[in-house]
């Protein structure tokens, strides 16, 4: 059964610290990752990775993914408390099509 | 471009009875995959809906069914529901299937309580 584990769990932290949250997966036939930033309503999609070791960025945001270790990190520099959220991160077969979640790092950002 | 809605957005039910939630994806998406998410099992596969058809099916009882529309629109029909039913439903839409490395778009979500 495909299985993916996030950590940590709940992290907090002050506006203007740099985060790593971690996620690492067992997916037959894995296709790709995605991590979701999930505030008091449905998830928002963040990255899509596919190929390891290629960094996606967006903003304050970054994501890589190493398909030989089966991890990705999410990485979040000058955290604001507007970061402060869920962040989900999912891993999607080829075969299913479907995508098995991760229980979610829930981070705290202190003014 | 509208967003993934869902209708309703919070629903009151008693046990043993059925629910039916409602779907719209984006405009030219395709595929709807449906989602459970409840604080003790976290985010889980429902299914998958595309070109009217179920592609994928996630480990949910036969109680659990769907349905999905010419217009790409798609159902969710629960039977005979029961208190651990109570749960966040979140349908996501992509314009191709999701196994095919596309990104889907979430929807606010159902919240249904079984009471």
């Not at chain 2, 798609?74 to 208190?83: A, K």
């Not at chain 2, 095919?100 to 979430?106: A, G, L, P, S």
Request: with cysteine; charged share 20%; proline share 4%.
């Amino acid at each position: 059964e495909d299985k993916v584990v996030q950590s940590p769990l709940s992290l907090v932290v002050h506006e203007g610290d740099t985060v790593t949250l971690n996620c690492s997966y067992e997916v037959t036939n894995f296709r790709s990752l995605l991590w979701y930033k999930q505030e008091k309503k449905a998830p928002t999609f963040l990255f899509m990775l596919t190929s390891s070791g290629i960094e996606k960025k967006s903003g304050r945001l970054s994501s890589i993914l190493d398909k030989k270790e089966l991890f990705s990190i999410l990485n979040i520099t000058a955290t604001q408390t507007g970061d402060s959220a869920i962040y989900l991160c999912a891993g999607r077969n080829t075969n299913a099509g479907k995508s098995t979640f991760g229980d979610g790092t829930t981070l705290t950002v202190k003014p | 471009k509208a967003g993934v809605t869902q209708t309703p957005r919070y629903l009151i039910k008693t046990r043993g009875q059925q629910v039916t939630l409602s779907c719209s994806p984006i405009s030219g998406h395709r595929s709807v995959s449906w989602y459970q998410q409840t604080p003790g099992q976290g985010l889980q596969f429902l299914f998958e809906y595309f070109s009217e058809t179920q592609r994928n099916k996630g480990n949910f009882p036969g109680r659990f069914s769907g349905r999905q529309f010419s217009n790409s629109r798609s159902e969710m029909n629960v039977s005979t529901l029961e208190l651990g039913d109570s749960a966040l439903y979140l349908c996501a839409s992509s314009l191709g299937l999701a196994g095919d490395m596309e990104t889907q778009y979430f929807g606010p979500g159902t919240r249904l309580l079984v009471l």
